[in-house]
C-alpha cells in the first residue's frame, strides 16, 4: 500500500462505501418503492458520510500516534541516547516504529551492560578476597602462636612479629592498587598534564630502583648521550608506569640480565621502551595481559609481591592520556613495554 496516495485511498474507501450502501438498499428495498434519483441520493450522502467518517478516524489516529511518538522520544531523552532518526519521514506510523524499535534496542544494550558489569562485579569481589585472604590468615596465624606461648619463645616472638608486619606491608599495597584502579576506573582520578623531561624523570626512577635491581644483579640502563625530552603529561601518573614496568622487568628479570630504557621520536608523540630479557610471556598470555588481576604465573607473581594490578593500573593511565600502549614479548627471550606520549 505504501506507493498509493492516501488521498485516493480515502476516496477509494468512501466509494465503495456508498456502493455498498446502494447496493444494500437495493436489494431490501422492494422494486416499486426504489427509484434510481433516490439511489443517487443515498449514493452522494453516503459517499460524504463516509469521507468524514473515514477522514474523522484518520486525524484522530495518527493525533493519538504523534502522542505515542512524542511520549516514546521524551521517555528515550530523559535516559536514553536521542533518537538516531533525524526528524524521520512522514508516515507516523513508521516513526512511531523508529522510535520503539530504538527504544527496544536502548534497553537491550542496557540489559547487556547491566550483565556485564554484575560479572565484573562478581569476579572483582571474588579477586580482591582472594587477594586479601593469603595475608589476613598469615597475620592470624603469627598472632595465634604468639597468643599460645609464643610470645615468650625469644627464638620466634620477634620473627613472627616481623612476618606479621610484612603481610600488613602486603594488604597496604594490595589495598593501595585497589584504590588508584577504583579512582581510575570510576573516572575519579583527573590527569593533571604538564611539561617535563622524560628523560629526567626515568632517570630519577632508575636511582629509586637501583638497590632493587642490584639485590637480582640487574643492571637498569639509559641512553649516555640522551638529551632531554620533553612531554605533556601528568608527571606523577607517569613517574607510576615506570615504576610498573620497572618493577615488572626486575621481578620477571632472568639474575644478572638488563632492562634497558630507550626513547623514540615518533611525530608528535615519544615512545617509550622498557626492554628485559628476563622469562618473556608466552603468546596465548600477551591479549589478556592488561586485564586486572591477570597473571602468567599466579604463584611467581604472588612471591614476588605482585597483586596482579600493575598493569592493569599502567593502560588506565596511558588511556586516560589518551596514547597506547603495547608488550612484545618472546617466551625465555624477553620482554619489551612500549607506551606513546604528546610532545610537549
Ligand atoms: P603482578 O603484580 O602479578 O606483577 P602485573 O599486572 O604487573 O601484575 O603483571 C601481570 C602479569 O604479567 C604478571 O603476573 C606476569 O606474569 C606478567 N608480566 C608482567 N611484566 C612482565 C615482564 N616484564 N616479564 C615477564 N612477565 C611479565
Redesign the pocket.
Known sequence: MKGVSSNFLLLFIATICAILMVTGIYLFTPNEYFSWSQAVFIFFISFISSTILILWVHFFILKKIDRLVETVKNYRANGDKPSHHKNQSSNNIENLNFEIEAWADDRKNENEQLHKLEVYRKEFLGNVSHELKTPVFNIQGYILTLLDGGLEDPSINRNYLMRAEKSVDRMITIIDDLEAISQLETGELQIEPERFDIVLLAKDVIEAMEMKATEKGIILTIPEDIKPVFVYADRFRIRQVIV?LIV??I??GKEYGETKIRFYDIGDTVSIEIA?N????AKEHLPR?FERF????KSR?RE?G???????IVKHIIEAHSQTINVM?TEGAG?VFSFTLKKG
Open positions: 610498573n615488572n622487568s621481578k620477571y628485559d628476563g622469562i618473556g610471556i595481559l591477570y597473571r602468567v604465573d607473581s614476588q605482585g597483586t596482579g594490578l600493575g598493569l592493569s614479548s620482554t
